[in-house]
C-alpha cells in the first residue's frame, strides 16, 4: 500500500475496506495519492541487528532500478558497511544510521517520498541482543529512530513489529540494562493492535468451510442469529444488517459459541 510504484490494487482494497482512512492517509501524506515510498523489509531472526539490518538495506539498494552518481555511491557504501559487520568488525551506530538518511535523500532524489523499513518479528532481534549483552545492537534501534524522527523533507520511517514490550525480552537482564531497554523504546511510538469482536467473527467466518447442506442447522443458526440481532448483543463494530449476516456464516458454531469463542480463547483463536 505504501510502496512505490503505486500498487493499485492494494489501495482500491483500502478504499473499500475503509474509505475515510485512505482519504485521511492521502490527505496527511503530501504527494501520496500520485507517489509512495520506497520500503524495505525485514524479518527479524536471532542474529546481529547491526548486520541483518545493513544486509537488508543492501539487497534493497540493489534490486532498485535506479541509476545515477549518488545512488552507486551510496551502495557502495552500504555493501562495505555490510561486509564489516559480516566479518564482526564493530560499525558505529551514527553509521548505520546515516546512511539510512542518505538512502532516504536519494530515494527522494529518484522521484520517492521517503524511506520506510518495517521489521516484522523486531522481538528476535531483541532476544538475540539480550542473550548477547549486545548493547549495541539495542541502541542501534535508539539511534534509527531518532534519526527518523527527525527526517523532516525525506522521511525515513522505522516501524518495528512486536508482540510484546521491550521489557519483556530483557527480563534475564540487569536491572541497569532492563532501565536502558525502557529508555530505548520510549524513542518509539506504541500503537497497539487489537482484533475487535467483530473483526473476530469475520476471522471465523473466512476459516471455516461449510457443506452446503447443514441438516436443517443453518435455518435454525439464522433464527438464533436474528434473535441475538434483537437482543442488542452483536458486536458494536458490525453493522444492525451486517451482524445477522455475519453470524449466520459462523455456522456450524451456534451463534452464542461464536460471540465469546474471541473472547474466551483470544490467543489460541487460530
Same mark, same amino acid.
Given at each position: ?10 489501495r ?7 474509505g475515510?482512512?485512505?482519504d485521511?492517509?492521502?490527505?496527511s501524506i503530501?504527494g501520496?495519492? &500520485? ?9 527479524? !531472526?536471532?542474529?546481529?541487528?547491526? !548486520? ?14 535506479w ?11 552500504? &555493501? ?13 551506530? &551514527? ?21 520506510v523499513?518495517?521489521? &516484522? ?20 534501534l ?8 527527525r !527526517?523532516?523533507?525525506?522521511?525515513f ?16 537482564l ?8 525502557r ?6 511510538e506504541a500503537?497497539?493492535?487489537?482484533e ?37 448483543? !452483536?458486536?458494536?463494530d ?28 483470544r490467543?489460541?483463536?487460530?
Amino acid at each position: 500500500f505504501l510502496g512505490q510504484p503505486k500498487d493499485i490494487r492494494a489501495r482500491e482494497l483500502l478504499k473499500v475496506a475503509d474509505g475515510q482512512l485512505y482519504d485521511d492517509v492521502c490527505a496527511s501524506i503530501p504527494g501520496f495519492a &500520485d507517489g509512495g515510498f520506497f520500503v524495505t523489509l525485514l524479518v527479524g !531472526s536471532r542474529a546481529p541487528t547491526t !548486520s541483518t539490518i545493513l544486509g537488508t538495506l543492501a539487497k534493497a539498494l540493489a534490486s532498485a532500478d535506479w541509476h545515477g552518481e549518488k545512488v552507486e555511491a551510496l551502495r557502495g557504501r552500504v &555493501d562495505r558497511l555490510f561486509d564489516r559487520a559480516r566479518q564482526g568488525e564493530t560499525i558505529s551506530n &551514527d553509521e548505520v544510521s546515516e546512511a539510512f538518511e542518505e538512502a532516504a535523500h536519494v530515494v527522494r532524489n529518484q522521484g520517492g517520498l521517503g524511506l520506510v523499513l518495517i521489521v &516484522d518479528e523486531l522481538g528476535k532481534l531483541l532476544e538475540h541482543a539480550a542473550l548477547t549483552s549486545g548493547q549495541g545492537d539495542v541502541f542501534l534501534l535508539q539511534s534509527l529512530a531518532e534519526r527518523a524522527s527527525r !527526517s523532516g523533507d525525506c522521511p525515513f520511517m522505522f516501524i518495528g513489529i512486536l508482540h510484546q514490550a521491550f521489557e519483556h525480552y530483557a527480563a534475564r537482564l540487569g536491572r541497569t540494562q532492563q532501565r536502558e531497554w525502557r529508555k530505548i523504546e520510549g524513542r518509539f511510538e506504541a500503537i497497539g493492535f487489537m482484533e475487535s469482536p467483530g473483526e473476530f467473527l469475520k476471522l471465523i467466518v473466512a476459516a471455516i468451510e461449510r457443506a452446503e447442506d447443514m441438516d436443517g442447522l443453518g435455518s435454525v443458526v439464522e433464527s438464533e442469529a436474528a434473535t441475538a440481532a434483537t437482543l442488542n448483543i !452483536s458486536p458494536r463494530d458490525l453493522a444492525k444488517d451486517e451482524a445477522p449476516k455475519v453470524l449466520e456464516e459462523c455456522a456450524p458454531l451456534h451463534p452464542t459459541v461464536a460471540l465469546v469463542i474471541g473472547r474466551l480463547f483470544r490467543s489460541k483463536l487460530a
